[in-house]
């Protein structure tokens, strides 16, 4: 992955989990900006952190931005 792929955070399940894609790949469900970081991390952008996961202008939020984690 690269800083340019974009990214699609999908709005909060039952659970409060929201999916992360990237590209055409699901890399897994986030609780949390911290566990949007860590899966990123895990596909390249290792020098992630939360802050770069707020700030990005290359993630996509649906069904809210990254303060909202219930339905």
Do not use: N
Request: cysteine-free; hydrophobic content about 40%; aromatic content about 8%.
């Amino acid at each position: 992955m690269t800083s340019a792929t974009p990214v699609v955070i999908y709005p909060p399940d039952e659970g409060g989990g929201r999916r992360v894609r990237v590209a055409e790949r699901i890399l897994g469900r986030a609780y949390s900006t911290s566990d949007v970081a860590r899966l990123l991390q895990e596909v390249g952008l290792q020098s992630w952190d939360e802050m770069d996961v707020v700030r990005s202008a290359l993630i996509e939020w649906r069904g809210g931005g990254p303060g909202v984690w219930t339905r």
